[in-house]
């Protein structure tokens, strides 16, 4: 009676718990060549995940095993959605507040606004089927959630999804646009950051937008960067160098030095030698060559006087001396070589030499901490090695003394005349 | 006997010339008294080799982060007019849970565990 009961209980609850009929899957699962994969694909599709299925974007009735019922016009079945119109589509859905309420209520609803502001968006528009549309970065069939690692436009896929087509020089022909940015953006700081495991690095679309997709103005240029960068932003806006950089072609603001794509690690070498990106403008001889050879030699030596520093003070802190105040007050030298990075961006010397001053003076003041306690493990070290001398030779004297005693075969030792 | 000498030139060698090895990391300090430090302000203390950085939040509350800042290892400090950890160099900015609110730092300070014994502040690491 009991098991009846536990039964009637259950039927109903597994009944409920049958995923709906799918007759699209069914049929197209099993059949051959292309027409078969979307099947495969669509089990790892966030649509499917979320109780949606292929007849909610071909139309058509999923509860039908008849294929002329299944696929027929009367139940709205509309086949393969033309190129033009999938932005529309998915906006059907993804563009409605009352929809996406009940699957991601965060999540905008703009996508389709701003795809329609974009290069991609206003190519489609004018008749353009070669540009980028939702399912190009997103994928089809298996799309993904943003967050999901295997998505395209995760930040550690979304550049070689971008690269798919910028990258191929036939596709980009027509356009008229490099295609060398996925090879330059691999070689950057931006990209070794990323690979590092920091998702906040930027990606294309940190730089360009994502569904807003276009190159930044050349106004615009130090705003993307300053995004992240504010300080340097800050600065380079009041700096001498913002209306002329504003005015430069191909581009404008921060790339003018730091280029766009293929951004290095900022290093010494952008001022002054043979890669020095100042002089691009500035001459050898004139003041604003010799400002960025100044600018060089301080923060060289800076950095050469901090590393010394660290280098005494960890050979004094392995050779087991306390020099921990020092190393945190390095820490303060540190900083203010960074600043003076910053600072630099003023173009103004005697801002960056502040930061310059009060870094060279904290190096100059824990090298000498550190070469402090290194003598003083010298000093101890000479007294444990003349003290174990003197108790060496009493050692030895003493066990000299216990060989003549044992020796004399007598308890008594004899004086010492 | 060249066992008892050996015996004892060794740890005399030894300590003339020991491992490089750097001190244990330190655990635990005495971050000065609670008398010191007003509500909603910060100081920042050493701890072991490190900066860290003590937050008074309240009479009763207190916080304590390491005070590297995970972006390029400047030192941090507590701004009370946002009641936020701020990084000179870049902007950065924390919540007083350690977490990153704005700027370039990539990941949250690292948090420590702060009690009060009797007049005296303690911050050690958390297991």
């Known amino acids: ?417 | 006997m060249l066992a008892s000498i050996a015996s004892f030139l060794y740890p005399v060698l030894k300590f003339l010339n020991p491992p490089l090895i750097t001190e244990a990391a330190v655990n635990e300090v005495v971050a000065g008294k609670v008398q010191d430090l007003k509500p909603n302000s910060g100081k920042i203390i050493k701890f072991g080799n490190k900066p860290a950085l003590l937050v008074r939040v309240s009479d009763t509350e207190w916080k304590a982060f390491s005070a590297v800042c995970t972006h390029l290892n400047c030192t941090v400090q507590y701004r009370d007019s946002t009641e936020q950890i701020w990084c000179a160099c870049h902007n950065g900015t924390y919540d007083l849970n350690g977490k990153v609110v704005s700027g370039p730092p990539p990941n949250p300070l690292t948090e420590y565990a702060v009690n009060v014994r009797g007049d005296e502040v303690i911050i050690s690491r958390r297991a």
Not at chain 1, 10 to 25: E, H, R, T
Not at chain 1, 35 to 53: R, V, Y
Not at chain 1, 337 to 351: S, Y
């Open chain 1, 1 to 417: 009676m009991r098991l009846v009961a536990i039964g009637a209980l259950l039927v109903p609850a597994l009944l409920l718990a049958q995923p709906a009929k799918d007759s699209c899957v069914e049929c197209h699962s099993v059949m051959d060549g292309p027409i078969q994969k979307p099947a495969l694909l669509i089990k790892n599709d966030i649509h499917t995940a979320n109780g949606l299925s292929c007849a909610d974007c071909h139309g058509g009735d999923r509860t039908s095993d008849d294929p002329s019922v299944a696929m027929s016009k009367a139940k709205g079945f509309v086949g393969k959605p033309k190129r033009a119109a999938i932005p529309q589509l998915c906006a059907n859905c993804h563009g409605s507040a009352d929809f996406m309420r009940r699957y991601q209520p965060r999540q905008r609803i703009d996508q389709f606004e701003l795809y329609k502001t974009s290069v991609h968006g206003k190519r489609l528009a004018a008749g353009d089927e070669n540009v980028a549309t939702c399912i190009d970065c997103h994928s089809v069939h298996d799309i993904r959630g943003v967050k999901d690692a295997l998505s395209p436009v995760h930040p550690l896929r979304l550049p070689e999804t971008c690269g798919r087509c910028h990258s191929d020089a036939h596709k980009m022909a027509k356009y008229g646009i490099p295609t060398d940015q996925l090879e330059h953006y691999r070689t950057s700081v931006h990209w070794a950051a990323l690979k590092k495991g920091d998702l906040s690095a930027p990606t294309c679309a940190s730089c360009h937008g994502n569904h807003g997709a276009k190159p930044p103005e050349v106004e615009s240029v130090a705003a993307v960067c300053g995004s992240c960068h504010v300080l340097f932003a800050q600065l380079y806006e009041k700096s001498v160098h913002q209306p002329i950089f504003s005015a430069a072609s191909g581009g404008g603001g921060c790339i003018v030095c730091h280029s766009n794509h293929g951004i290095q690690d900022p290093t010494t070498a952008m001022l002054v030698g043979p890669k020095a990106v100042c002089a691009n403008c500035h001459e050898p001889g004139t003041p604003g060559a010799k400002t960025a050879a100044q600018m060089a030699q301080w923060l060289d030596g800076l950095d050469a006087a901090l590393k010394r520093s660290s280098a005494v003070l960890t050979e004094a802190d392995e050779d087991g001396m306390e020099v921990s105040e020092a190393q945190v007050r390095l820490g303060d030298g540190n900083e203010n070589l960074i600043k003076a990075r910053l600072a630099m961006h003023t173009f103004q010397p005697e801002e960056m030499h502040k930061p310059i001053e009060a870094g060279m003076a904290i190096a100059n003041e824990t090298l000498r901490a550190g070469q402090t306690a290194l003598h003083e493990k010298d000093v101890r070290r000479l007294g444990l090695a003349i003290s174990g001398f003197f108790i060496a030779i009493t050692v030895v004297a003493i066990w000299l003394a216990i060989r003549r005693l044992e020796a004399n075969g007598s308890g008594y030792i004899e004086p010492v005349k």
